[in-house]
């Protein structure tokens, strides 16, 4: 019977022409705006809700209660303890997942048509009313320190902590989102509720629906699911400045492979310099094959096995970063070769060539980014928080597109200093010292 | 709840195959099998071409040739100069990688449907005029090396992962790892990697999968234009690797690490595979999987160990039947602060014993059941999977019936059938059985 459903509707997408995604900004009747691509080739929904603060809205002393509470909202809530949510989610199929990062924390749902007003509901009831039972706490939290346990062993993790906090110092992001094993241990049910509280208001929701629904249903949807959150939740955390000063950063591992973490300031989201430097770091470092990093320390030398660089424009700070893994003994000259590139990209810029290439890749790539509901979802919630128009999708590449020479070597001197990068090594590097 | 161990180990359905693809093959005159996965939704292509051989068809002394030349096949034919193949790639919008496992190697490119065309010419080419310079082979053979100093060597959990793996096959190669052991990586040269390629790539070793807004009658003029005129290699045969012998003695192994912060239990059970045409058993295995270990809240490990006996944080149970040869059943416990390597073993064992004796619990075999459909929709959003999918099962001995007829079989799969595998396969005799321990507190294994 399912089978014979599929066929038909497969049939019937292959008929429609692949055209660019039609979104629609609707508005619930209870005034909750969300973002909306209609898609009935396959009946199933995905849904992407993100709550702006995220981890950074953690109090002082409460390190890792947004992680936690965000963690226990499927391990329990309202009649259902946690083994009875899980099985009623299993039971009707949903996919629910719920995570936490420094900015935001987000819920992705896919449920199938057939069901879902009764994932709705079970949904509602992990927002809205999650237990917090005492032996789920108690179980979640030991996960969390089990993590927190294994990250002050993981060469990569020490790396980008240290890192974090050489540039964001007592700010949250400063420190690991998870907490430290006493903040995490010391948290109480009360801390959840205020976390929850705190965290999940419709001030700060973004929503946007892929799939086969239609705007009269996610209208109903949303007012049902978010509307019995508060109005308004804790208040936004303050920006920080960037404590990062350039140097090396030495931390004894034992290992045979140093893990390197660099970087320095950046440039932020709405800049109009933005694309630039966007365009500049694909050249730099984003590219994978192709990019110049990759070309001189994997291709030409053998000095890594991969080496990327990224802009992360986040809420509260800048930041331009990149790492990479070297032996021991070679890691001193990777080094080397990054703050040569980050010099060589100041003093001369890119070349046409290179600009051209960027500028294909990233024009051309950015449909392909479009390819189901889920990712769609994602991509749709993503331009909300950042303010962005519907109409981005259709502008986005023109904005590339008018990237000129000039304008990559302005914002190579603007914004890449060889002198101001910090590199935090992890491992036990041969020939390179810790500068300070 | 919160994954410790294996994030990338999800629940075992979520595997499955859908059925509702719009799925095209054919085969060309040189023997190049084609499979052509339908999705109009948007103007995206992926292709892939998959070889039949991997680590495990390596002959002793070269471990790791198969991942090189993977990595070397990026290095320029006649006609590509070295890397020019991905910066083509990138420079139409697209990305593409490669991926070497023990039963095959495949390459990749994801791409706007209209270059296609583009994609196919270039991957044809490096399917039989792969150039190697001096400079070339070398300096891969140093990015190799860190590769395994990046996945293996910086990583307590790869190192023993990969020892408690040789134990496990006494004589089939699956033992041996992808990435190679170092010694034999460090001396592995030009030639060795020309006598992989010339043996194995070629257009009656390969499948071309192409999948998204493409049509079967597209990819068939070009794939007879680009591939169709590529020889066949006359070195390919049913592929015969050493087989495991009857395994009479179970195998206990203790790792410590001043790296490892969290201690924990592995066992590793050898188990059948899914065969063309019977893949019965297989199913068993993978709902098997699903129930003891596959959800962190419902599964049975979870609800014995982690809810009601509280000796364990995390617990699950993985099975993939996607395999040329014997593969294998795996269950890992992570004790809870204050509970030995020993206890919680001795735990995961009664839970088995009692889970043969009591049986499968109906709720949750229905549950298993939905799960089942539902993956069936939620594939279809996924075209690359399903590309993967295919390209999977048809080199690891399956055909396109078998990877169509899997939702039904394990349809089919009733609580006797999992119960009966089951017994089967949880034999120690036949199992590895490791401990991850601290440096310091090393417990002793009995």
Redesign the interface.
């Known amino acids: 019977m399912?089978?014979v459903l599929?066929?038909a509707c497969?049939a019937l997408?292959?008929a429609?022409p692949?055209s660019a995604v039609e979104i629609r900004e609707v508005t619930s009747p209870g005034g909750i705006k969300a973002w909306l691509v209609e898609?009935h080739?396959?009946?199933?929904t995905?849904l992407e809700l993100r709550f702006k603060g995220g981890t950074s809205l953690d109090q002082p002393g409460k390190r890792g209660a947004t992680i936690l509470m965000m963690?226990l909202l499927?391990?329990g809530a309202g009649d259902l303890d946690?083994?009875g949510?899980?099985?009623a989610r299993?039971?009707?199929?949903a996919?629910f997942s719920f995570d936490a990062r420094d900015d935001a924390v987000s819920i992705s749902a896919?449920m199938?048509s057939e069901n879902r007003g009764e994932a709705v509901a079970l949904l509602k009831s992990a927002l809205t009313e999650p237990r917090f039972d005492d032996?789920a706490v108690a179980?979640?939290k030991?996960?969390?320190?089990?993590?927190i346990?294994?990250d002050?062993?993981?060469?990569n993790t020490i790396a980008a902590r240290s890192f974090d906090g050489l540039a964001f110092g007592d700010h949250p992001y400063g420190t690991s989102r998870n907490g430290t094993i006493d903040s995490m241990t010391a948290l109480t049910r009360d801390d959840l509720i205020a976390a929850h509280a705190g965290v999940l208001a419709r001030d700060r929701v973004y929503v946007s629906a892929v799939g086969d629904i239609t705007e009269a249903e996610l209208g109903a949807l949303l007012d049902d699911l978010l509307g019995g959150l508060p109005e308004t939740g804790a208040p936004m955390p303050p920006r920080t400045e960037l404590g990062l000063t350039g140097g090396v950063t030495v931390i004894d591992f034992?290992?045979?492979?140093s893990?390197v973490t660099f970087g320095h300031a950046g440039i932020k989201r709405d800049d109009p310099d933005f694309f630039t430097a966007y365009v500049l770091n694909q050249i730099l470092g984003a590219?994978?094959?192709?990019s110049r990093l990759m070309?001189e320390v994997?291709?030409?030398?053998?000095?890594?096995?991969?080496i990327y660089t990224y802009l992360a424009p986040m809420d509260l700070a800048e930041t331009w970063q990149g790492g990479f893994?070297?032996?021991n003994e070679?890691v001193a000259e990777a080094i080397e070769v990054v703050r040569a590139e980050w010099a060589r990209m100041v003093a001369d810029g890119v070349t046409e060539a290179e600009l051209e290439?960027a500028k294909?890749?990233?024009?051309?790539?950015?449909?392909?980014r479009?390819?189901?509901?889920?990712p769609i979802a994602d991509i749709l919630v993503g331009m909300q928080i950042e303010e962005l128009p519907t109409s981005y999708v259709n502008d986005r590449n023109a904005y590339i597109e008018a990237v000129t020479l000039d304008d990559i070597r302005r914002v190579a001197a603007r914004l890449l200093k060889p002198e101001d990068l910090r590199f935090v090594v992890v491992g036990r590097p041969v020939g390179l010292e810790a500068s300070n | 709840?919160?994954h410790?161990l294996c994030p990338a180990i999800l629940a075992a359905l979520t595997a499955l195959p859908a059925?509702?693809?719009?799925v095209t093959t054919f085969t060309l005159p040189n023997d190049l099998e084609v499979v052509v996965i339908?999705?109009?939704?948007?103007?995206?292509v992926v292709q892939m071409v998959w070889y039949r051989a991997g680590a495990a068809d390596e002959k002793p002394g070269v471990s790791g040739i198969a991942h090189y030349l993977e990595h070397l096949m990026?290095k320029g034919t006649d006609t590509l100069a070295?890397?020019e193949f991905?910066?083509t790639v990138?420079?139409?919008?697209?990305?593409d990688n490669a991926f070497t496992s023990w039963d095959y190697t495949g390459y990749f490119q994801?791409?706007?449907?209209d270059r296609l065309e583009l994609v196919m010419r270039m991957e044809a080419d490096r399917m039989r005029n792969l150039k190697l310079t001096e400079d070339d082979w070398?300096?891969?053979?140093?990015?190799?090396?860190?590769?395994r100093?990046?996945?293996t060597?910086?990583d307590p959990g790869a190192i023993f992962g990969e020892q408690r793996r040789a134990a496990q096959y006494l004589n089939h190669p699956y033992g041996t790892p992808i990435i190679g052991w170092r010694q034999e990586m460090e001396q592995l040269t030009r030639q060795d990697a020309l006598d992989w390629y010339q043996r194995y790539y070629a257009p009656n070793n390969a499948i071309l999968v192409v999948a998204g807004?493409v049509t079967p009658e597209q990819v068939r003029q070009l794939a007879e234009t680009y591939y169709g005129p590529l020889e066949p290699s006359e070195g390919i045969a049913v592929r015969k690797r050493p087989q495991e012998p009857p395994q009479l003695a179970e195998r206990r192994l203790t790792y410590s690490d001043?790296?490892?912060?969290?201690p924990y239990v592995t066992r590793s059970y050898l188990a059948p595979e899914r065969d063309p045409g019977d893949q019965t058993k297989a199913a068993a295995l993978t709902i098997l999987a699903d129930l003891l270990g596959g959800?962190?809240?419902?599964s049975v490990l979870a609800?014995k160990l982690?809810?009601d006996r509280?000796l364990a944080?995390?617990t699950s149970a993985h099975y993939d039947g996607t395999s040329y040869d014997d593969t294998t059943f795996n269950l890992v416990v992570?004790p809870?602060?204050g509970v030995s390597l020993d206890e919680a073993e001795k735990a995961m064992d009664e839970v088995l014993a009692e889970f043969l004796e009591t049986g499968v619990d109906p709720?949750a075999f229905?549950?298993v059941k939905?799960?089942i459909?539902?993956a069936?929709?939620?594939a279809?959003?996924?075209?690359?999977g399903l590309a993967r999918r295919y390209g999977e099962a048809l080199t690891t001995g399956l055909t396109v019936a078998d990877v169509q007829a899997w939702p039904d079989v394990l349809d089919a799969v009733t609580e006797a059938d999992v119960i009966a595998a089951a017994t089967e396969i949880f034999d120690r005799r036949r199992a590895v059985t490791g401990w991850t321990m601290r440096a310091g507190e090393e417990e002793v294994m009995q």
């Open positions: 399912i089978r599929f066929a497969l997408a292959a429609l692949a898609e080739s396959i009946p199933f995905a963690g499927e391990e946690s083994q949510f899980a099985e299993d039971a009707l199929a996919q896919r199938l032996d179980r979640v030991a996960q969390v320190v089990s993590i346990q294994s002050e062993k993981d060469p034992a290992s045979p492979q893990v590219g994978g094959f192709g070309d994997r291709e030409k030398r053998g000095l890594t096995y991969g893994s070297s032996a070679k290439a294909t890749y990233l024009t051309g790539s950015y449909p392909l479009f390819d189901g509901n889920g | 709840m919160f410790i059925l509702a693809e719009e339908e999705d109009h939704r948007a103007p995206v990026f070295p890397g991905s910066r990138e420079d139409n919008g697209g990305s994801r791409i706007a449907a070398q300096t891969e053979r140093e990015v190799i090396i860190e590769e100093n990046q996945r060597d910086s807004d001043p790296r490892v912060s969290q959800d962190g809240q419902t609800r982690q809810f509280k944080i995390y992570v809870a602060e709720a229905a549950r939905t799960r459909h539902a069936m929709i939620y279809q959003d996924d075209v690359g």
